[in-house]
């Protein structure tokens, strides 16, 4: 407009002001009302509604503390455990427990291996140093028994010191049996894929089991009947005969379970401490899980027991799962060396 004055704002607020007040032009000009919206600029024209409340902004500060001075204070308990919480102790942990329980499955399938193993040994072992050697043996012959002409007499020369024990032993107790028994020459065997020794006279007998002894010749030449007592000191065999089914041709040692208990407390297991003969005579140890063959509808086993001092009786107990069946038998040793 063209008349329009132009009035300062000093007067305006001096025709407003009180009488008697004074007013400051400074302070009167820093007071001035705020822009018109198209005068402001970007940042003033959307002033922030907490901006007086806003909290100012700290800045992080990262302290990274000295590595070897913090290692050199802290006490070694504390490093270990400060280790412990390491992914390299996690993995060495994870690892460890891996091995343990592998050599845990590993134990609990090998431990019944030596276990086993271990009572074989041992049964074996102790037949080989009760059995005596001879160093020489010149010209020694034993005479065959009359009616048995099916056996050969055994001609024991120097070659026999170094032979099995096993086998001359079998050959001696082959040669006992077939002294004093009943049948066609004392033994079977020829044919019937196994070897058996035929019971003497004064056998005992209960149900289907028969015990008999035959004692251990302690020199060349010398005589020993089947079912004969043996003297104090002498070793000898304990022959138990279990007559079974003839339904199958082996059978199973572990269907038998027992002992052997001599008067001096001696104590043998059955069939973990027997034999058996196979078909060409030799001892075949009687372990868990073997088949023994049934020679004419019977299983024969056989103990060797060391000799004592003063021998009275041996009790057999003996039981048989798949017949059904437990017996105790009793091999009474008296006067005349004769079992009865």
């Not at 009275?312 to 008296?334: A, H």
């Amino acid at each position: 407009m063209a008349d329009s004055t132009r009035i300062s704002a000093s007067n305006i607020l001096c025709d407003q002001a009180a009488p008697g007040e004074t007013i400051n032009p400074a302070a009167t000009a820093t007071e001035v009302a705020p822009r018109p919206a198209w005068m402001r600029t970007t940042r003033e024209s959307a002033p922030s509604k907490d901006e007086g409340n806003a909290p100012r902004r700290r800045s992080r500060v990262i302290l990274t503390p000295d590595v070897d001075n913090a290692d050199v204070d802290l006490p070694i308990t504390d490093r270990i455990k400060q280790w412990l919480r390491t992914a390299a102790a996690a993995g060495y942990g994870m690892s460890l427990m891996l091995h343990l329980l592998l050599l845990v499955g590993m134990a609990l399938w090998f431990f019944p291996q030596i276990k086993e193993s271990m009572s074989i040994t041992t049964v074996v072992q102790s037949d080989v140093e009760e059995i005596q050697t001879f160093d020489s043996l010149d010209d020694v012959q034993l005479e065959a028994p009359a009616g048995a002409e099916e056996i050969l007499k055994p001609q024991l020369t120097e070659i026999v010191a170094d032979a099995d024990l096993n086998v001359l032993e079998t050959q001696l107790l082959q040669d006992i049996t077939s002294a004093d028994t009943e049948g066609d020459g004392g033994s079977s065997g020829v044919g019937s894929g196994g070897f058996r020794l035929l019971e003497p006279k004064n056998a005992v007998k209960a149900g289907s089991f028969t015990a008999w002894t035959i004692p251990i010749a302690e020199v060349p030449g010398e005589k020993t009947r089947a079912g004969d007592s043996p003297r104090p000191g002498q070793d000898y065999h304990i022959v138990i005969q279990v007559r079974v089914p003839t339904d199958n041709k082996t059978y199973v040692v572990n269907d038998l379970s027992g002992r052997v208990i001599g008067t001096d407390g001696y104590v043998q297991i059955i069939p973990a401490q027997a034999f058996f003969q196979n078909d060409e005579g030799r001892f075949i140890p009687a372990k868990l899980g073997r088949r023994v063959p049934i020679v004419d509808g019977v299983v024969q086993i056989i103990i060797r027991v060391p000799g004592a001092e003063a021998l009275v009786k041996d009790t057999i107990n003996i039981k048989s799962k798949r017949l059904k069946e437990s017996q105790k038998l009793e091999l009474v040793f008296g006067k005349g060396n004769r079992q009865f």
